[in-house]
């Protein structure tokens, strides 16, 4: 397959599949938004609560779309998620955004999370970039704000975890069941870190590019092993790291997210140390690959036991940050892993009856119809994004 070949194949992929689905199948023409959970067999749920991220999400993924393709309903959807996401999930008494909503809008989870203020930054700042609007701009800029206000360590470094809906301690800071219930975690600070370089593109402030810079080092310094090249998960408030889990997926996404933002920040020595870290994370990354294409979910070091199941998430990830190690390095081994991962999407995640993506396929090779097709962690932020990536890389 030629690189045009690849890029006409998810560009179409995008426009043909996944946004007509969330476009007539996954909005809730009853009370707006989307609805909060669409089930593997195309069940719909239309009293299911509503998360924050998926709508900030759906929110970044149509402004961005229509960026790249004008269509019309691409910016009305942008526009009309980006009304419902203020107007239900931010908190106007306390500030930032309610964890999660009923479906008619009410909070009915008000603590805030740092994951989902991260999305709301990035959905807004996206929304602001491509249309212009203040408001967007201004709430992206009041988000920021108050994530330095609150969750920022002044004293240690790092960012918080979760608090309640009034800004204090909360004792379950995880961001779901599986996660170790600690302070400070790769993943909230890597999509910290993903927002405020979106953030920076609109509004390049001399305070923002502190943080940034920041956040930058922190990867280097804390959450990379240098030596390996995998990424340390879970940090208490002292950066005590706990080990135990290498998730595949998370280290070929930060190979190409610490890139982008330190290219976006445009400081030169800092861009300098992410280059040379960069095949350090991927070939990591890339011991989970297997050898039909896909990228296995995760390795538990503590007992050796491997998680084969190959979510959505993790094969776009791999797609994308497989292609940019090629485009950067030069490897062509990360472009035909690249093209082989993108050939096991095509064959065994993308539901050609139904629309979108499976939730995965299972270690025995069947499809998990148990996982959501829409939902509070199925959205259309990845595999969109990997399309998009993909399709303006020129």
Same mark, same amino acid.
């Given at each position: 397959?030629?690189?045009?070949?690849f890029?006409?194949?998810?560009?179409?992929?995008?426009?043909?599949?996944i946004?007509?689905?969330?476009?007539?199948?996954a909005?809730?023409?009853q009370?707006?938004?989307?609805?909060?959970?669409?089930?593997g067999?195309?069940?719909?749920?239309?009293?299911?609560?509503?998360?924050?991220f998926?709508?900030a999400?759906?929110?970044?993924t149509?402004?961005?779309?229509?960026?790249?393709?004008p269509?019309p309903?691409?910016?009305?959807?942008? @526009?009309?998620t980006?009304?419902? %996401?203020l107007?239900? &999930?931010?908190? +106007?008494?306390? /500030?930032g955004f309610?964890?999660?909503?009923?479906?008619?809008?009410?909070?009915?989870?008000?603590?805030?999370?740092?994951?989902a203020?991260?999305?709301a930054m990035?959905?807004?700042?996206?929304?602001?970039?491509?249309?212009g609007?203040q408001e967007?701009l201004?709430?992206?800029?009041?988000?920021y704000?108050?994530?330095e206000?609150?969750?920022?360590d002044k004293?240690?470094?790092?960012?918080?975890?979760?608090?309640?809906?009034?800004?204090?301690e909360?004792?379950?800071?995880?961001?779901?069941?599986?996660?170790a219930?600690?302070?400070k975690?790769?993943?909230?600070?890597?999509?910290?870190?993903?927002?405020?370089?979106?953030?920076?593109?609109?509004?390049?402030?001399?305070?923002?590019?502190?943080?940034l810079s920041n956040?930058?080092?922190?990867?280097?310094?804390?959450?990379? @092993?240098?030596?390996?090249?995998? %990424?340390?998960?879970? &940090?208490?408030? +002292?950066w005590? /790291?706990?080990?135990?889990?290498i998730?595949?997926?998370?280290?070929?996404?930060?190979?190409?997210?610490?890139?982008?933002a330190?290219?976006?920040?445009?400081?030169?020595?800092?861009?300098?140390?992410?280059?040379a870290?960069?095949?350090?994370?991927?070939?990591?990354?890339?011991?989970?690959?297997?050898?039909d294409?896909?990228?296995?979910?995760?390795?538990d070091?503590?007992?050796?036991?491997?998680?084969?199941e190959?979510?959505?998430w993790?094969?776009?990830?791999?797609?994308v940050?497989?292609?940019?190690?090629?485009?950067?390095?030069?490897?062509?081994?990360?472009?035909q892993?690249?093209?082989?991962?993108?050939?096991?999407?095509?064959?065994?995640?993308?539901?050609r009856?139904h629309g979108e993506?499976?939730?995965?396929?299972?270690?025995?090779?069947?499809?998990?119809?148990?996982g959501?097709k829409?939902?509070?962690?199925?959205?259309?932020y990845?595999n969109?994004?990997?399309?998009?990536e993909?399709?303006q890389?020129i």
């Open positions: 397959m030629t690189t045009t070949e890029q006409t194949s998810v560009l179409n992929e995008l426009k043909e599949n946004l007509p689905y969330w476009m007539t199948k909005k809730d023409r009370n707006g938004g989307f609805l909060g959970r669409i089930a067999d195309e069940t719909h749920y239309p009293n299911a609560p509503k998360g924050a998926l709508h999400r759906i929110l970044w149509f402004s961005a779309a229509y960026s790249l393709i269509n309903q691409y910016l009305e959807i942008a @526009n009309e980006q009304v419902y %996401l107007s239900h &999930f931010k908190d +106007d008494t306390y /500030k309610y964890w999660l909503i009923d479906s008619n809008g009410l909070p009915i989870d008000a603590k805030k999370q740092m994951y203020q991260g999305f990035y959905g807004l700042s996206e929304h602001a970039r491509i249309t609007n967007s201004d709430q992206a800029k009041e988000l704000h108050l994530i206000e609150k969750s920022f004293h240690k470094n790092g960012y918080f975890e979760a608090f309640t809906r009034d800004w204090h909360i004792p379950d800071m995880r961001l779901s069941l599986k996660d219930n600690e302070k975690t790769m993943n909230t600070h890597l999509h910290i870190l993903e927002a405020y370089a979106n953030l920076f593109r609109v509004w390049p402030s001399e305070m923002l590019s502190q943080s956040l930058i080092a922190l990867f280097l310094d804390k959450f990379i @092993n240098p030596e390996t090249g995998h %990424l340390q998960l879970f &940090f208490d408030e +002292d005590d /790291k706990k080990e135990g889990i998730s595949y997926g998370h280290e070929i996404e930060t190979s190409w997210l610490l890139h982008e330190a290219v976006v920040l445009g400081d030169k020595s800092l861009l300098k140390r992410v280059e870290m960069v095949p350090k994370i991927v070939d990591a990354a890339r011991e989970g690959l297997l050898p294409g896909s990228l296995l979910y995760e390795l070091t503590t007992n050796g036991h491997i998680d084969a190959r979510h959505w993790v094969q776009t990830e791999a797609v940050g497989l292609w940019k190690a090629y485009r950067l390095l030069g490897a062509d081994t990360y472009k892993e690249a093209l082989a991962c993108w050939q096991y999407i095509q064959q065994h995640l993308i539901d009856e993506w499976f939730w995965s396929i299972n270690a025995d090779g069947t499809v998990n119809r148990n959501d829409a939902g509070f962690w199925k959205c259309p990845h969109s994004r990997m399309c998009m993909i399709a890389d």
